[in-house]
């Protein structure tokens, strides 16, 4: 009751001391007011040891491209009702409710909606926010090169080689979607765990768990090369700095590479900063010289999400695999047939 009265009064000096300005002194004072910016600080919270605590569970679920379209070349941010209507746009092409194709495309939409997880189109028209076109930048003579012998590798064994498991790629085979892990159809949950003298980060797709020293030690060995690289952490500030080597130059036939074309090279620092309660402002720069003609940088907002997450069970018998190569000998056997 005594709340009540309090904010009564509050109200009725508020009115009283309005009634008495003049109508457009009235008007002045209150877009002042609304113009004026806020001088309170967030403050994040702490870990016993003074770090800010990104504990939690989060997503970085988007619809916006890593790459900026072509078609929004020199515009690197949509107005809201423009965002609203490319999303509702991209929901329609993408949704694999539609039943307008035969049953091969039925099949090859896979999944219905229900277990999608597509998330919000950002106003910002690609994570890549350096270089400013929102482009890869272009690749150097020798990368090209690897490319090229890649697609003649395709065309020459066809768009879709299935000879053996080791043809198809890696998020195929459970191996991993990598690190870092692009925003993707489903799965795109992420769990941080802190400890005085480590981070885990475990991603949801494929259950893979990245241990994250703050000890200050120096990387592993040159010639160790792993599947999300060898990554060291430190504190700048209330930013956590993840710095990442060592990768296995595997990692380029992975559909799902954070930087496309990229392998034994690639070294990529993370940058994570708790910006409000629910928000994580997370970016990467990739410099991989032997790759790219310059270094680049993602910023991927992350956005704190319920949970639990639970296990995805992609090795429990993998049964797609054994699906798509049995697949694989069926179209063999038919055009067999057909020559016959």
Not at 104 to 132: A, C, F, H, M
Not at 256 to 268: D, E, I, Y
């Amino acid at each position: 009751m005594r709340k009540q009265f309090l904010v009564a009064i509050g109200v009725t000096a508020a009115v009283w001391t309005l009634g008495t300005m003049p109508a457009a002194a009235q008007t002045t004072a209150a877009v002042a007011k609304a113009k004026a910016p806020s001088t309170k600080i967030w403050t994040p919270p702490r870990t016993p040891d003074g770090k800010p605590d990104l504990q939690g569970i989060w997503t970085n679920g988007t619809m916006t491209p890593l790459e900026r379209p072509r078609e929004l070349a020199g515009k690197e941010f949509l107005t809201e009702q423009e965002a609203a209507d490319r999303e509702k746009r991209l929901r329609e092409n993408l949704s694999t409710d539609r039943r307008d194709g035969g049953a091969e495309v039925d099949v090859g939409r896979s999944y219905n909606e229900l277990w999608r997880e597509r998330g919000k189109l950002l106003q910002r028209t690609s994570l890549i926010v350096d270089p400013p076109d929102g482009r890869l930048p272009p690749l150097t003579p020798e990368a090209q090169k690897q490319a090229q012998a890649r697609a003649e590798d395709r065309r020459r064994r066809g768009p879709d080689p299935a000879d053996t498991w080791e043809d198809r790629n890696l998020a195929e085979r459970c191996i991993t979607r990598g690190a870092p892990k692009l925003p993707g159809g489903y799965n795109n949950n992420f769990q941080i765990i802190q400890t005085r003298g480590y981070v885990a980060i475990l991603q949801e797709m494929i259950h893979e768990v990245r241990y994250i020293p703050l000890d200050g030690r120096p990387h592993i060995d040159d010639k160790v090369r792993l599947w999300m690289g060898d990554s060291r952490g430190h504190w700048d500030g209330d930013t956590l700095v993840v710095d990442t080597t060592n990768f296995n130059n595997k990692i380029i036939s992975n559909s799902f590479n954070c930087c496309p074309g990229a392998g034994t090279s690639l070294h990529v620092v993370e940058r994570f900063k708790l910006v409000d309660a629910d928000t994580v402002d997370y970016r990467y720069t990739v410099d991989d010289p032997a790759t790219y003609t310059r270094p680049w940088t993602a910023s991927v907002p992350m956005t704190r999400t319920e949970g639990p997450i639970f296990e995805y069970a992609c090795h429990e018998g993998n049964y797609a695999m054994v699906d798509m190569l049995a697949g694989a000998r069926a179209k063999e056997k038919a055009e067999a047939a057909k020559k016959k």
